[in-house]
């Protein structure tokens, strides 16, 4: 155990993943508090450096999620305090939360994702973008928010229609990818090191935001069920991206994989910077698989930021 710290856990804020940070938060309080910490929990708000600056911590552990705690614009603040914090920097949260931004920094790297462009919403309305199904998607939310799977069978119209519920009602701009066909899995990074696969199976539909944080929704099958070269590509994708983003603590990512093309068949959808540590969270339960306790993986967490 290292010495006993001061650590503020800065959570909430005002993003659509407002309740999963809350939850995030609470959980690595209380973890900290059980190792002995001083802890000070912060909601964030706009006077969010002055509560910081009050509270004189040894190190922020950062448990916010979306924007703007995981875009680069809080850990620009800390920046600027002189603050040793969790998770990524300044650039690699700008380049991350952005999932065309990530293509470009990652695809050159020889990791395989989704083709696609961003479109105007606006242009939606007189025709797709891409050949139906297709993704899409907001191009900097997280959590599966506003994703929407356009099929030539959806309820949504073709073209689609301006009255249809979808991000396309919510956002100026969209993401528009291949639909790929297959399953749904996610590979945890820590301390330098891929964790294992796991498996995400929705009890109905789509892996989406509700599915993702209320119980009983998504089966979570860890470690996946798939071929051993399979596991391994993810993993080393997994790790690659984590390197080449320069993410640090630990980060999530999430891919595709079409089960019929082997491992030709994995695609990387996109790398989370400050992956959620509530008690459905993925990170958490891949620690636990490998014997990691949820304390030990916060204080590992908090162990990086502060050298």
């Excluded at 700008?94 to 994702?113: E, F, S, Y």
């Amino acid at each position: 155990m290292t010495d006993r710290l001061h650590v503020a856990v800065l959570m909430g804020g005002w993003s659509s993943e407002r309740p999963v940070s809350l939850m995030s938060g609470n959980g690595v309080a209380d973890a900290l508090e059980s190792l002995g910490h001083k802890v000070t929990r912060i909601d964030m708000d706009r006077d969010v450096a002055a509560k910081l600056a009050a509270a004189k911590p040894d190190v922020v552990f950062n448990a916010l999620h979306g924007t703007p705690g995981e875009d680069g614009t809080v850990q620009g603040m800390m920046d600027l305090m002189g603050l040793k914090y969790t998770h990524s920097g300044l650039v690699t949260s700008v380049i991350a939360i952005d999932k065309q931004l990530t293509k470009q920094a990652l695809v050159p790297h020889g990791i395989r994702m989704p083709g696609g462009h961003v479109v105007q919403s606006e242009s939606l309305y007189a025709g797709d973008p891409l050949p139906r199904p297709y993704v899409l998607k907001p191009v900097n939310e997280g959590s599966s928010v506003g994703v929407a799977i356009v099929t030539e069978g959806s309820n949504y119209g073709n073209p689609i229609r301006r009255d249809a519920e979808g991000p396309w009602q919510h956002f100026d701009a969209l993401l528009a990818e291949p639909f790929i066909k297959g399953r749904e899995l996610t590979v945890a990074v820590l301390g330098g090191k891929s964790l294992c696969v796991t498996e995400l199976v929705p009890k109905s539909g789509f892996y989406d935001f509700d599915a993702k944080y209320t119980d009983g929704m998504t089966q979570h099958v860890c470690p996946a069920q798939v071929p051993d070269d399979v596991a391994q590509a993810m993993m080393d994708m997994a790790l690659a991206a984590h390197q080449a983003l320069g993410c640090k603590g630990t980060s999530r990512s999430d891919f595709r994989w079409d089960d019929t093309q082997g491992v030709d068949g994995i695609y990387l959808l996109e790398v989370n910077t400050q992956p959620g540590m509530t008690p459905l969270s993925l990170v958490p339960e891949q620690a636990k698989h490998l014997g990691m306790t949820y304390p030990e993986l916060v204080q590992e967490i908090i162990d990086e930021a502060m050298e």
